[in-house]
């Protein structure tokens, strides 16, 4: 299918493998990547093979050295370089990603653009990461710290956002002088290897930011076993995530993990309402409600339930569904029809149990896998919805009355990424934001991603942060050198 791209250039079906473009072989085994909105076959990615995968560590370690040794500002430049490319090539990149993951155009690319940040901002990161001197308690010794690459990085990425969690990878990993072989879903692998073509572009060594697809579990079981690959850089499940730290246990390898989220968004009786309306339709139906951060509960003070109800309802109820290249669709297909088969299931046993329908509840007349935006209200913590993540455009709301059963019920979760809550009252927003057990807190507003800000999860959601000062230190050790005999 013709993607109507401006340089056809950036779609391609080939590998990335020790700076080397590797095709499946014709009529080989490979993986169809398929257009969610009408399930056609748009490319067919190479399976990698487990000598090229192991060729491909093998590059990566062997090129680190000279990488590591480049002046930051050398790698900065080209990192920079690497941001102004896809920023230019923005509105290519995000149709090749709309036609394999489904989110309308304008989300698509709204994605690539802020995540391109992170690479503007490692760019900068990679001059400033300086060591210390730290004060001594003996007069012949001086105490002082480096900070060196990990080494060679491996990340698994997500079909939710196919760009963007590559760019936070890939930037704060390269700044530090750690290569970085990226493995996207099997799903969206499109985005990650448009990204490919761009970073040679920019010149930046094929040995040093490599792409393969192929079998998620040979590739990660890869990963999790040889030697050469120091650290780990996951985004997805909690399920995946638990296997990678098991299988990489016995080699102690470093691992950042941002796993399963199950956001509460907490409405108090004097929120401005009309803003959390507004931010909960931000927090639940972003990518159909397919993101680690979305709201999957809503609990809302009993004394503006109903009004809050009302106006979300009517919200949800107007949103236009479609393909995401038309122009004006808000809302895409679903990935799959495993993720409708999701929503089904946690919509139909919270109506068995007692929740009522407001608007949706079914899928769409455009057929596939849109699913109508749907709300629900009468919701308990003992619906599956209240403990699973939904990842998909379900809003289920929640009444309370006092506010330490809103954190209760908010923090009975394993989970712990993202929480979100409007107030206007300033005692109650350090209250409310110190007890809430996730790693980021949104307060009065739904959106809270940026490359400034560390971006991650506590209890089963993950390990690490991305983005901020803090990021660049998931990609380094310290070493600590203890200078004697003056
Ligand atoms: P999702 O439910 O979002 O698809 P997954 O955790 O299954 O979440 O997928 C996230 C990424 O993990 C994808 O790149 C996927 O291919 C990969 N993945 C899935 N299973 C495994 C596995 N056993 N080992 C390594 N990676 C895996």
């Not at 990615?45 to 370690?61: F, M």
């Not at 430049?77 to 709309?98: C, F, G, P, Q, S």
């Not at 799903?187 to 920019?202: K, M």
């Not at 850089?233 to 691992?255: H, N």
Request: charged residues 25%; glycine residues 10%.
């Amino acid at each position: 299918p013709d993607l109507n791209l401006k340089d056809p250039g950036l779609l391609t079906d080939a590998n990335m493998i020790a700076g080397e473009w590797v095709r499946a072989p014709k009529g080989g085994d490979g993986i169809d990547v398929t257009n969610p909105a009408d399930r056609s076959v748009i490319a067919r990615v190479p399976k990698v093979s487990a000598e090229q995968l192991k060729k491909a560590i093998a590059a990566a370690k062997a090129a680190m050295p000279a990488w590591a040794a480049r002046p930051a500002k050398e790698r900065a430049a080209l990192l920079r370089k690497w941001y102004e490319l896809i920023v230019e090539n923005a509105d290519d990149l995000a149709k090749i990603l709309t036609a394999e993951q489904g989110k309308p155009l304008a989300e698509a690319k709204g994605e690539i653009l802020s995540n391109a940040g992170y690479l503007e901002w490692f760019a900068e990161e990679a001059k400033r990461l300086y060591g210390d001197v730290i004060p001594t308690p003996s007069t012949d010794r001086r105490i002082l710290t480096l900070k060196q690459p990990v080494g060679v990085c491996a990340a698994i990425t997500p079909w939710n956002f196919p760009n963007g969690m590559i760019t936070r990878k890939a930037g704060p990993a390269l700044a530090a002088g750690c290569p970085i072989i990226v493995k996207p879903a099997s799903q969206t692998p499109l985005s990650a290897l448009a990204l490919a073509v761009l970073a040679e572009r920019a010149g930046i060594p094929g040995d040093i930011f490599q792409v393969v697809t192929g079998k998620a579990s040979d590739i990660g079981t890869e990963f999790c076993t040889n030697p050469d690959i120091a650290k780990i850089t996951f985004t997805g499940s909690t399920e995946v995530g638990r296997k990678l730290l098991r299988d990489s246990a016995d080699q102690i390898k470093k691992l950042s993990l941002e796993l399963g989220g199950n956001a509460p968004f907490i409405v108090f009786e004097d929120a401005d309402l009309d803003a959390a309306v507004e931010g909960a339709m931000m927090a639940k139906f972003r990518n159909s409600g397919q993101t680690c951060v979305c709201a999957n509960r809503i609990y809302v003070h009993e004394a503006v339930v109903e009004e809050f109800t009302k106006k979300l309802t009517e919200k949800a109820a107007g949103l236009k569904l479609g393909r995401g290249e038309d122009e004006g669709t808000q809302q895409g297909p679903l990935i799959d029809d495993a993720a409708v088969a999701k929503m089904e299931e946690h919509l139909k046993d919270a109506l068995d149990k007692g929740a009522t329908l407001h608007t949706g509840g079914e899928r769409s007349e455009l057929g596939g896998t849109w699913f109508k935006p749907t709300v629900i209200s009468g919701v308990t913590q003992q619906m599956k919805l209240a403990h699973e993540e939904t990842f998909a455009p379900l809003a289920p709301v929640i009444p309370f009355r006092e506010e330490a059963e809103a954190i209760a019920m908010a923090n009975d979760t394993e989970f712990g990424l993202a929480a979100y809550f409007y107030t206007r009252d300033l005692a109650r927003t350090f209250r409310v934001a110190e007890a809430l057990e996730s790693g980021m807190v949104g307060i009065n507003t739904g959106l809270i991603a940026s490359e400034v800000a560390p971006f991650g999860g506590v209890k089963q959601s993950g390990l690490g942060r991305e983005g901020s000062k803090y990021g660049i230190d998931e990609y380094v050790e310290i070493k600590y050198l203890a200078v004697a005999g003056m």
